[in-house]
Protein backbone atom coordinates (compact mmCIF):
# COMPACT_ATOMS: atom_id res chain seq x y z
CA UNK A 1 0.00 0.00 0.00
CA UNK A 2 1.29 3.23 -1.26
CA UNK A 3 1.19 5.80 1.85
CA UNK A 4 0.65 9.44 1.89
CA UNK A 5 2.26 11.80 4.16
CA UNK A 6 0.88 14.87 5.85
CA UNK A 7 2.73 17.91 7.51
CA UNK A 8 0.99 19.26 9.88
CA UNK A 9 2.55 22.58 12.21
CA UNK A 10 0.45 23.32 15.66
CA UNK A 11 0.80 25.24 18.78
CA UNK A 12 1.75 23.46 22.05
CA UNK A 13 -1.47 23.64 23.15
CA UNK A 14 -2.54 20.94 21.09
CA UNK A 15 1.00 19.03 21.18
CA UNK A 16 -0.32 15.85 23.44
CA UNK A 17 -4.16 15.79 21.80
CA UNK A 18 -2.59 15.59 18.20
CA UNK A 19 -0.37 12.95 19.47
CA UNK A 20 -3.50 10.78 19.94
CA UNK A 21 -5.74 11.90 17.50
CA UNK A 22 -2.68 11.02 14.69
CA UNK A 23 -2.91 7.36 16.07
CA UNK A 24 -6.55 7.41 15.95
CA UNK A 25 -6.78 8.57 12.25
CA UNK A 26 -3.67 6.08 11.71
CA UNK A 27 -5.86 3.48 12.50
CA UNK A 28 -8.69 4.30 10.77
CA UNK A 29 -7.08 5.42 7.89
CA UNK A 30 -3.69 3.67 7.12
CA UNK A 31 -2.71 5.04 4.17
CA UNK A 32 -1.84 8.23 5.27
CA UNK A 33 1.48 8.74 7.75
CA UNK A 34 0.94 11.79 9.78
CA UNK A 35 3.99 14.01 10.89
CA UNK A 36 3.09 17.21 13.40
CA UNK A 37 5.50 19.36 14.20
CA UNK A 38 4.56 21.68 17.67
CA UNK A 39 6.10 25.03 18.47
CA UNK A 40 5.01 28.14 19.88
CA UNK A 41 1.53 29.68 18.32
CA UNK A 42 3.83 33.11 17.23
CA UNK A 43 6.13 31.07 15.61
CA UNK A 44 4.24 28.56 14.07
CA UNK A 45 2.04 31.07 12.11
CA UNK A 46 5.44 33.39 11.26
CA UNK A 47 6.75 30.10 9.20
CA UNK A 48 3.06 29.47 7.43
CA UNK A 49 3.09 33.40 6.60
CA UNK A 50 6.80 32.55 5.29
CA UNK A 51 5.63 30.39 3.06
CA UNK A 52 7.11 27.02 4.75
CA UNK A 53 5.37 24.16 2.72
CA UNK A 54 2.64 22.44 4.99
CA UNK A 55 -0.28 20.24 4.52
CA UNK A 56 -2.89 20.97 7.57
CA UNK A 57 -2.02 24.19 10.10
CA UNK A 58 -3.65 23.44 13.72
CA UNK A 59 -3.71 27.00 15.56
CA UNK A 60 -6.18 28.88 17.90
CA UNK A 61 -9.19 29.91 15.87
CA UNK A 62 -8.10 33.86 15.89
CA UNK A 63 -4.47 33.06 13.87
CA UNK A 64 -6.35 30.47 11.44
CA UNK A 65 -8.61 33.19 10.41
CA UNK A 66 -5.40 35.71 9.56
CA UNK A 67 -3.71 33.07 8.23
CA UNK A 68 -7.01 32.23 5.97
CA UNK A 69 -7.32 36.32 5.32
CA UNK A 70 -3.95 36.57 3.67
CA UNK A 71 -4.52 33.24 1.67
CA UNK A 72 -1.88 30.73 3.55
CA UNK A 73 -4.73 28.15 3.36
CA UNK A 74 -7.47 27.31 1.65
CA UNK A 75 -10.66 29.01 1.91
CA UNK A 76 -13.23 27.73 3.63
CA UNK A 77 -11.26 24.68 5.23
CA UNK A 78 -11.37 26.12 8.51
CA UNK A 79 -12.52 23.23 11.20
CA UNK A 80 -13.08 23.92 14.60
CA UNK A 81 -11.63 20.96 16.95
CA UNK A 82 -11.70 21.82 20.43
CA UNK A 83 -12.47 24.20 23.09
CA UNK A 84 -9.67 25.03 25.75
CA UNK A 85 -10.18 26.41 28.76
CA UNK A 86 -7.04 27.77 31.31
CA UNK A 87 -5.99 26.35 34.46
CA UNK A 88 -4.06 28.07 37.13
CA UNK A 89 -1.13 25.97 39.20
CA UNK A 90 1.56 26.33 41.66
CA UNK A 91 4.82 24.34 42.66
CA UNK A 92 4.13 20.98 44.21
CA UNK A 93 4.13 21.54 48.02
CA UNK A 94 3.21 25.09 48.05
CA UNK A 95 0.73 26.39 49.43
CA UNK A 96 -2.40 26.54 47.48
CA UNK A 97 -4.03 29.96 47.28
CA UNK A 98 -8.57 29.82 46.78
CA UNK A 99 -8.89 30.26 43.20
CA UNK A 100 -12.72 29.65 43.35
CA UNK A 101 -13.80 33.34 43.16
CA UNK A 102 -12.74 36.28 40.40
CA UNK A 103 -12.35 37.93 43.80
CA UNK A 104 -10.21 35.07 45.76
CA UNK A 105 -8.47 34.57 42.04
CA UNK A 106 -7.39 38.57 41.78
CA UNK A 107 -6.03 38.35 45.40
CA UNK A 108 -3.94 35.53 44.78
CA UNK A 109 -2.33 37.29 42.51
CA UNK A 110 -1.99 40.45 43.80
CA UNK A 111 -0.12 38.38 46.87
CA UNK A 112 2.42 35.96 44.21
CA UNK A 113 5.54 36.45 44.44
CA UNK A 114 5.54 35.99 40.69
CA UNK A 115 3.27 34.99 38.24
CA UNK A 116 3.92 33.35 34.60
CA UNK A 117 1.96 32.69 31.13
CA UNK A 118 2.45 32.05 28.02
CA UNK A 119 3.05 34.19 25.27
CA UNK A 120 -0.56 32.38 23.04
CA UNK A 121 -4.26 33.49 23.04
CA UNK A 122 -4.93 33.09 26.87
CA UNK A 123 -1.84 34.73 27.80
CA UNK A 124 -2.61 37.67 26.01
CA UNK A 125 -6.05 37.58 27.27
CA UNK A 126 -5.04 37.63 30.81
CA UNK A 127 -2.96 40.57 30.44
CA UNK A 128 -6.18 41.91 29.13
CA UNK A 129 -8.00 40.70 32.21
CA UNK A 130 -5.52 42.22 34.65
CA UNK A 131 -5.88 45.82 32.87
CA UNK A 132 -9.56 45.54 33.78
CA UNK A 133 -9.07 44.56 36.91
CA UNK A 134 -6.68 47.96 37.25
CA UNK A 135 -3.09 45.65 38.72
CA UNK A 136 -1.18 45.59 35.27
CA UNK A 137 1.11 48.50 37.14
CA UNK A 138 0.91 46.71 40.68
CA UNK A 139 1.94 43.47 38.99
CA UNK A 140 4.32 44.26 35.77
CA UNK A 141 7.43 43.36 37.90
CA UNK A 142 6.48 39.83 39.20
CA UNK A 143 5.52 38.63 35.21
CA UNK A 144 7.55 35.89 34.20
CA UNK A 145 6.26 35.55 30.30
CA UNK A 146 7.41 32.11 29.02
CA UNK A 147 9.09 32.19 25.79
CA UNK A 148 7.62 30.76 22.51
CA UNK A 149 7.45 26.70 23.10
CA UNK A 150 8.71 26.60 26.63
CA UNK A 151 5.73 26.00 29.19
CA UNK A 152 4.36 27.68 31.86
CA UNK A 153 4.26 24.28 34.06
CA UNK A 154 8.03 24.01 33.23
CA UNK A 155 8.93 27.55 34.92
CA UNK A 156 6.59 26.55 37.93
CA UNK A 157 8.31 23.56 38.39
CA UNK A 158 11.59 24.68 38.82
CA UNK A 159 10.39 27.62 40.88
CA UNK A 160 10.60 30.38 38.71
CA UNK A 161 6.84 31.14 38.84
CA UNK A 162 5.09 30.92 42.22
CA UNK A 163 1.56 31.33 40.51
CA UNK A 164 1.16 29.70 36.91
CA UNK A 165 -1.46 30.14 33.99
CA UNK A 166 -2.09 28.12 30.98
CA UNK A 167 -4.32 25.78 29.08
CA UNK A 168 -5.01 23.05 31.38
CA UNK A 169 -3.95 20.61 28.56
CA UNK A 170 -0.51 21.94 29.28
CA UNK A 171 -0.69 21.54 32.54
CA UNK A 172 -1.82 17.87 33.17
CA UNK A 173 0.82 15.43 33.70
CA UNK A 174 3.69 18.17 34.35
CA UNK A 175 5.59 16.49 37.11
CA UNK A 176 6.35 18.93 40.44
CA UNK A 177 3.07 21.22 40.12
CA UNK A 178 -0.29 21.21 41.25
CA UNK A 179 -3.40 22.47 38.84
CA UNK A 180 -5.55 24.44 41.19
CA UNK A 181 -8.07 24.34 39.02
CA UNK A 182 -9.38 26.27 35.61
CA UNK A 183 -10.36 30.15 35.94
CA UNK A 184 -13.47 30.79 37.45
CA UNK A 185 -16.40 30.72 35.29
CA UNK A 186 -16.39 34.69 35.02
CA UNK A 187 -13.36 35.10 33.63
CA UNK A 188 -12.27 32.12 32.38
CA UNK A 189 -10.94 32.10 28.87
CA UNK A 190 -11.56 29.97 26.21
CA UNK A 191 -9.36 29.38 22.98
CA UNK A 192 -10.65 27.37 20.08
CA UNK A 193 -8.33 25.60 18.27
CA UNK A 194 -8.88 25.16 14.98
CA UNK A 195 -7.13 22.85 11.80
CA UNK A 196 -6.89 24.37 7.99
CA UNK A 197 -5.59 23.06 4.83
CA UNK A 198 -2.30 24.80 3.96
CA UNK A 199 -1.95 26.58 0.52
CA UNK A 200 1.11 24.64 0.07
CA UNK A 201 -0.73 21.38 0.47
CA UNK A 202 -1.00 19.46 -2.81
CA UNK A 203 -3.12 16.63 -0.61
CA UNK A 204 -5.94 19.24 0.42
CA UNK A 205 -9.10 16.18 0.18
CA UNK A 206 -6.68 14.16 2.21
CA UNK A 207 -6.11 16.64 5.02
CA UNK A 208 -10.00 17.17 5.02
CA UNK A 209 -10.78 13.99 5.34
CA UNK A 210 -8.45 13.93 8.29
CA UNK A 211 -9.41 17.04 9.52
CA UNK A 212 -13.44 15.95 9.33
CA UNK A 213 -12.57 12.57 11.20
CA UNK A 214 -10.75 14.93 14.08
CA UNK A 215 -13.94 16.63 14.32
CA UNK A 216 -15.86 13.59 14.48
CA UNK A 217 -17.70 12.23 17.35
CA UNK A 218 -15.20 9.70 17.50
CA UNK A 219 -12.50 11.85 18.72
CA UNK A 220 -14.82 13.70 22.04
CA UNK A 221 -13.60 11.26 24.43
CA UNK A 222 -10.17 11.62 23.78
CA UNK A 223 -10.32 15.62 23.60
CA UNK A 224 -11.50 15.64 27.23
CA UNK A 225 -9.16 13.08 28.38
CA UNK A 226 -7.22 16.06 27.54
CA UNK A 227 -8.50 18.65 29.65
CA UNK A 228 -10.51 19.96 26.36
CA UNK A 229 -14.35 19.48 25.15
CA UNK A 230 -15.31 19.01 21.61
CA UNK A 231 -15.30 22.31 19.39
Known sequence: MTTTTLRVISSMATKPLLADLVQMFKAHAPQYEVL?????????????????AFDCVV?????????????????????????????????????????????????????????GYSTGPSGVQLAQQFDRWGITDQIKDRIVQAKPGVPVGALI????VALGFQQLSEMMGVPGITVLGPLPDAVQITTTFSGGVASTSSHADAVRTMLA?????????TKVRHGMVAA
Not at 61 to 79: E, F, M, P
Not at 213 to 221: N, T, V
Open 36 to 52: VESVGGVDAAKRVQAGE
Open 157 to 160: AQGE
Open 59 to 115: LASNAIDKLLADGKLVTGSRVDLVHSGVAVAVPAGAEQPDISTEAALKAAILSARTL
Open 213 to 221: FWASAAAAE
